[in-house]
């Protein structure tokens, strides 16, 4: 099969959709990358690669990638997330055609975490190589950006979701990464073209033998050491998380360890310099293949969110990773998140932003006896074998584009 994969963010920066790329091609099919500039989740342009310019590259020796100009995201604020996620838009309906010339496909696959517009692009791209176009929905708008505060005009919002119908209008299939998705997108486009797909994690990545960041590895190893890993945004309730470490500071042997970048992190660092933190640990951000290990020496996993019915609906990504590392989970959290940690029996749940419930399920969690725990995590490795392996989950993607 000839796919073409559209998305805004890919390797180097750290996406799923960079293993479902790399399954794709050791499962005999043909891919190729539409993107744009690195730049998340920092704001600036990785080295090597610069704002303006198109360019071409090979991911792995096997991907053909096409990237188009992009203003990166910066440090933040409305400004530059517009800018970033129209340049993306203009750039792609301006060179994609030309970059792809010549080339044939028989589907194209949209990655679609925020900002939908990214979408845009791919739809006179579809009528020109008359494929078939899904769209892989990660967020839903205008939901999400109500929910974030990103946007509060109710006129925009509405604005905003007549765009998300036209863009689902111009798909041929939605993929859904949770259940709970299915009414929500459904208020925008007929029901029939909403097929559930969750995320899924290429387990074979959490064998990989790579050594940890001495001093990272050095506080693993020595305390009880609860990890949280990915971005440190607005969502994900890190006000929760800094009252937590404050309330844990009577028990010496517990971390709170937040490996990660984001928009928030230097108010994180400022927190734990304030109120002498010091069990609150910010080593920073770390490669994907590093994460593996770092989980590996990790006491158990954290997964939190905002208290916001959006979010409710949502399954992060990280946590079918924190399944496949075989590590106990807590998840503060509503909705579909906790539900998957529940029904795998892999770890201890409390509702978002409640501080007490968190608290003491970190209490919990480090009384345990290592069996307990151990038990914990197998239950999540054998769940996410049942039902996000990556080798199944990219046959059924195959046969859903194929349909």
């Known amino acids: 099969m000839k796919l073409l994969i559209f998305s805004q963010y890919f390797s180097p920066e750290n996406f799923i959709i960079n293993d479902i790329a790399r399954t794709l091609v050791a499962q005999g099919h043909e891919v190729v990358v539409a993107t744009g500039k690195p730049n998340y989740p920092d704001g600036r342009i990785f080295a090597g690669y610069r704002a303006w310019g198109c360019h071409y590259e090979r991911y792995l020796d096997s991907i053909d990638v096409l990237r188009v100009p992009l203003w990166p995201r910066g440090e933040g604020g409305a400004k530059n997330m517009v800018l970033n996620y129209l340049s993306f838009v203009f750039a792609g309906l301006v060179f994609f055609p030309w970059m792809l010339r010549k080339r044939e496909f028989d589907a194209i696959l949209v990655f679609a975490p925020s900002p939908i517009t990214q979408a845009i692009p791919a739809i006179p791209i579809k009528w020109l190589k008359r494929a078939q176009l899904a769209l892989w929905i990660q967020d839903?708008?205008?939901?999400?950006?109500?929910?974030?505060?990103?946007?509060?005009?109710?006129?925009?919002?509405?604005?905003?979701?007549?765009?998300?119908?036209?863009?689902?209008?111009?798909?041929?299939?939605?993929?859904?990464?949770?259940?709970?998705?299915?009414?929500?997108?459904?208020?925008?486009?007929?029901?029939?073209?909403?097929?559930?797909?969750?995320?899924?994690?290429?387990?074979?990545?959490?064998?990989?033998?790579?050594?940890?960041?001495?001093?990272?590895?050095?506080?693993?190893?020595?305390?009880?050491?609860?990890?949280?890993?990915?971005?440190?945004?607005?969502?994900?309730?890190?006000?929760?998380?800094?009252?937590?470490?404050?309330?844990?500071?009577?028990?010496?042997?517990?971390?709170?360890?937040?490996?990660?970048?984001?928009?928030?992190?230097?108010?994180?660092?400022?927190?734990?310099?304030?109120?002498?933190?010091?069990?609150?640990?910010?080593?920073?951000?770390?490669?994907?293949?590093?994460?593996?290990?770092?989980?590996?020496?990790?006491?158990?996993?954290?997964?939190?969110?905002?208290?916001?019915?959006?979010?409710?609906?949502?399954?992060p990504s990280k946590v079918q990773s924190y399944l496949a590392s075989g590590k106990p989970i807590i998840a503060s959290l509503n909705g579909e998140g906790a539900r998957v940690v529940q029904e795998a029996r892999a770890g201890l749940t409390s509702p978002a932003e409640e501080v007490a419930p968190l608290v003491a399920n970190i209490r919990k969690m480090y009384s345990l006896g290592g069996a307990q725990r151990e038990e914990m995590g197998r239950c999540g490795r054998s769940y996410f074998a049942a039902h996000f392996e990556m080798g199944q989950q990219v046959r059924s993607l195959v046969e859903l584009l194929k349909t």
Request: aromatic share 10%; proline share 5%; charged share 20%.
């Open 140 to 315: 839903l708008w205008p939901e999400s950006l109500a929910a974030t505060g990103f946007v509060k005009s109710p006129y925009l919002l509405k604005m905003v979701g007549w765009m998300v119908r036209g863009i689902y209008a111009g798909c041929d299939r939605l993929l859904v990464q949770s259940h709970a998705f299915v009414d929500s997108v459904a208020r925008y486009a007929p029901r029939k073209k909403i097929t559930y797909y969750p995320n899924s994690v290429d387990a074979q990545t959490f064998n990989a033998e790579v050594e940890v960041d001495e001093q990272l590895s050095q506080v693993l190893k020595a305390h009880f050491c609860v990890v949280f890993a990915g971005n440190l945004g607005t969502a994900q309730a890190l006000e929760t998380l800094v009252e937590a470490a404050k309330q844990l500071r009577d028990e010496p042997d517990v971390r709170l360890v937040l490996v990660g970048s984001g928009s928030r992190l230097e108010w994180l660092r400022e927190q734990k310099q304030v109120h002498s933190l010091d069990n609150l640990i910010l080593p920073g951000r770390f490669p994907a293949v590093a994460m593996p290990a770092v989980f590996a020496q990790s006491s158990a996993l954290l997964v939190s969110l905002n208290n916001e019915s959006i979010f409710a609906q949502t399954i």
